[in-house]
Each structure stands twice: as C-alpha cells, then as structure tokens.
C-alpha cells in the first residue's frame, strides 16, 4: 500500500484482482500437495517478470518470518511435519495473494471500476480506505508520542487505553474524515447520478491478458496434477 | 347586474383556482427535481385527456425528492432509506480503514486451530470503528457499506472472509430494519456494531463447509465443538464491550462539538 511497493506498469487491476483470487484459492486447495511450492516459486517468478520486482523482493522476509512463525504455531499444535509443510505452503499462499494488491496504485484501480460504472460511494470510499494505511500509521505514531509527553502512563491500563488513546484517535478521526470530505467536495466529487469524465482511462492490454492467461495456465496444471 | 357579477366572480375564482394549480404544480417540480421542460410536458400531456390520468398518477405518486441532502418520500414524510453524502462516505471509509488496519494482527492467529480464534482477537476493534461510524451517519446501508470497502481489500488477502462480511452485513441491515428501522437509537448502533464480527462466525463455517473441509478451522471446529462454542460466546461478549466503547466516545466526541451532521 506504500508508494514504495507500487509497480511502476502494474497489470489491468481487475485481472491483478482476479489473479489474487486464483493465487489464493488454488494455493489453499492443493496446500497439502507437495508440488504446490512449484506452483508458488512459478507465480513469484511471473510477478517477478511483469514488473513486480519491488514487491517481490520486499515479500520474501516478510514471508519467510511469517512462515517461521506458523510452522511454529503449527508444530506445537500438531506435532507434525507434513503439517508445519501444510502451513508454510498455506502462508506462501497467501503471502503471494496480497503481491497485486500491495503493487497497484489507490487510483488506478479506482479509475479502472470508474470506467466500470461502479458507484461513486464505493470507488471514492475504495480510494480512501487504499491510500489511508500511512496517514493512519502517523497519527497513532503522533498520539503515542502526545501520551509520553504528558506522561499518560501504560497502555495496558483500560482507563489510559481509553482516555488517552481511543478517544483522541477518534476524534482525529473525524476531524480528518471532515477536512478529506470537504477536500474531494471542492474537487467536484460527488455521490449522485451526474456524469463525470474519466482524464486517464485504465485499458486492459495485451501484455495485462497474457498475464491472467499464464496463471490460469499454471493454476490449471497444478489442480490437474494433484486432483485428477 | 347581480347575474353579471356572479359570472364575472366565478370567472376571478376559476382563474385563480387555476393560477393556485399552477404554482402547486411548478412547486412540486422544483422540490422534485424536475426542469422547466419537463412540467411543460406534464401539462400538455395531462390536457391530452383523461386515459392516461391513472397512469400518469400512479408514476406521480412513486415520486419521492431529496432536499438538503434529505430524502423525502411521496407524503413529504423523511425518507427511511436516506442518500450518502461524500462526508458520509469518506467518514465511513476511514473508519473502515482504521478498522482494517488495526486488524492486522489476524494474520498471526490465522495458522491456529482454534475456531473463532481470528473474530476474537479483531472483535474489539472491528466492533468499536463501526460503532463510531453508524453514531455519526446514521443512515441505513452503512454497516453494507463499511463491510463493501473493508471485503474488496479482504477479497485480495483472504477471500473467505470478504465474502462472509459481506453477507454478514447484509444480515446485520436487515435485521436493524426489521427491530430498529434505521440507526436513529443508540441501541440500534450498538446492536449493529456489535453483531459485525460474530455474525460471520456461523457463515464462515458454512463457507468451510461448501468450499474448504480442509480449513484449520473448520476442522477445529469438528474436534473441539465446545471450545467452538466457548469462544464464539467470547467473541460475542468482547464485540459487545467494542460497541459499548464505541458508543461511549461517539458521546463524548458529540459533547466536545466535534460530531457534526
């Protein structure tokens, strides 16, 4: 979701939408399956080739202590090591699910459900709830640093949880919601049947159709190979 | 004489009787909506004659109008199901962020087979943020929409628990309209907010059971019936006490002016 990841020619957002979707059904159906890693190593390695580089390579320690965490989980559990296997490809999974998502700009997929005719509400709500993480993360980081100065005492504490942390987070909450409101407002958004024009058109290529068609490819494969 | 004056009076009433119609008539348009073009051709066709009169009523009364961001229904009464405004939305969308955000945690009780465990650690926050949202817009569909914005990122990571949202919310709705018709009583926030996370409790599991036999959970769920069933209970009391602080710094932000309409 930071700018960070983004890729800089991500793919047609409703097939990376799509492409999430398979990722994560196929790699959770056919977890038990040993040759599910191939399967994965190939998705990361087509992510790889159609320019999701930086989320690529940004994934693999997020996903491997991830992966440390759950076989954990899982060996105390289970005590068993087809199960901590299970668990890894169940993560690796997942893991590679979030990659189209992380990599694609707020706006491109907006303006992708905008050409769709998707409701104002929900593309302009989807907007904001994409590119709202980072805000969000400096104003808990702002409170916190408020509650030290005034020397709020432990978070652990309902009362100071509460009085300290919850109701100020609240209410900068609504305070951002208003001026974000009063912002799009002024730029000439608006929720009701009125037309509007779209300056930068997201277009489904062919380079955006042989992506989904691979992976639907591979995904095919892996469900011949370990069902049929 | 007397003739003559009673015709000519009758003629001033007729006229006026005509001209009252008329501005009736355009008022209605103008609170309708409706552009000048359009009342000019409801009156000719009105003079075209009396066939069409029952239908033209019939669309006449289905008519409903907003004004002032309100939705007014045919008797000029508030409407129940009311308009989003961009405040509404954009308010309910951050606090469908918040609520996601600071749910990630779930990721790291995915992998343990407890069921109901993920819904337990994210109950708090995923029952206070709503809570927040439904005391300030007030609107029927909010909880729909929050859950709409919140599954379509959930739909990326965990598709299952997108689609349970979403039908949860839609459950959640019509139970609000059914026992409280709309977000007006605190109660009835409460009792929406609250209910968010436990209700896809019973339609995850129905989802298991369709799509995923093999899910940690649903399997969990099989082995342990009443840990099940004592964590749903948890859940539900740890939902509860969300919405119930919810509710209480949604007052307290009114009381310091900062909640507005």
Do not use: Q, W
């Given at each position: 979701m930071t700018d960070l990841l983004h890729a800089k020619r991500p793919v047609y957002p409703l097939f990376g939408f799509a492409a999430a979707l398979i990722v994560f059904a196929c790699g959770l159906a056919a977890a038990k399956h040993f040759e599910t890693i191939w399967y994965l190593c190939g998705v990361w390695a087509w992510f790889l080739l159609f320019g999701y580089y930086r989320s690529c390579l940004a994934l693999l320690p997020a996903a491997a202590a991830l992966c440390a965490l759950f076989a954990g989980v899982t060996y105390a559990a289970s005590q068993s090591v087809e199960e901590v296997w299970t668990a890894v490809r169940r993560c690796l999974a997942v893991c590679l699910a979030v990659l189209p998502g992380i990599s694609l700009p707020a706006v491109k997929f907006t303006r992708a459900l905008s050409r769709l005719k998707v409701p104002r509400a929900v593309t302009l709500g989807m907007m904001i709830v994409l590119s709202f993480a980072p805000l969000l993360g400096r104003e808990i980081k702002r409170i916190r640093e408020a509650m030290r100065t005034r020397g709020a005492g432990s978070l652990l504490s309902p009362?100071?949880?509460?009085?300290?942390?919850?109701?100020?987070?609240a209410a900068r909450l609504v305070n951002i919601s208003d001026t974000l409101a009063l912002s799009v407002e002024t730029?000439?958004?608006?929720?009701?049947?009125?037309?509007?024009?779209?300056?930068?058109?997201?277009?489904?290529?062919?380079?955006?159709?042989?992506?989904?068609?691979g992976l639907v490819a591979g995904s095919v494969t892996l469900m011949v190979f370990c069902f049929i | 004489m007397n003739k003559k004056n009673r015709v000519e009076n009758a003629g001033e009433e007729k006229e006026r009787a005509q001209s009252v119609e008329k501005v009736s008539a355009a008022d209605i348009d103008e609170l309708l909506g409706a552009s000048a073009e359009e009342s000019a051709e409801s009156e000719e066709k009105s003079e075209q004659g009396r066939e069409n009169a029952p239908k033209e009523q019939a669309t006449e009364r289905k008519k409903s109008f907003?004004?002032?961001?309100?939705?007014?229904?045919?008797?000029?009464?508030?409407a129940l199901f009311q308009p989003f405004t961009v405040k509404d939305v954009v308010f309910l969308a951050v606090i469908g962020a918040a609520a996601l955000i600071t749910s990630a945690v779930m990721p790291l009780v995915a992998q343990i087979p407890i069921f109901g465990l993920p819904q337990l650690v994210t109950g708090l926050q995923m029952s206070l943020f709503p809570t927040i949202g439904l005391m300030k817009v007030r609107k029927p569909g909010s909880v729909l929409?929050?859950?709409?914005?919140?599954?379509?990122?959930?739909?990326?990571?965990?598709?299952a628990m997108g689609v349970t949202s979403l039908v949860s919310a839609l459950v959640i709705e019509a139970v609000n309209l059914a026992l409280f018709r709309g977000y007006k009583k605190d109660a009835a926030c409460f009792v929406?907010?609250?209910?968010?996370?436990?209700?896809?409790?019973?339609?995850?599991?129905?989802?298991c059971l369709a799509f995923e036999t093999g899910s940690v959970f649903f399997r969990a769920a099989g082995d342990s019936p009443w840990v099940a069933v004592g964590v749903s209970f948890a859940v539900l009391a740890v939902c509860a006490a969300g919405a119930g602080l919810g509710v209480l710094i949604s007052r307290e932000i009114r009381k310091a002016g900062l909640m507005k309409k």
């Open positions: 009362k100071v949880l509460y009085r300290a942390l919850l109701v100020p987070f730029r000439g958004f608006c929720t009701g049947k009125v037309p509007y024009t779209v300056y930068h058109p997201v277009k489904a290529g062919v380079r955006d159709v042989i992506f989904l068609l | 907003v004004k002032g961001g309100v939705r007014y229904d045919k008797n000029g009464r508030e929409l929050v859950a709409a914005l919140v599954s379509v990122l959930e739909l990326f990571m965990a598709p929406s907010g609250m209910l968010i996370n436990p209700m896809t409790l019973p339609f995850y599991y129905l989802y």
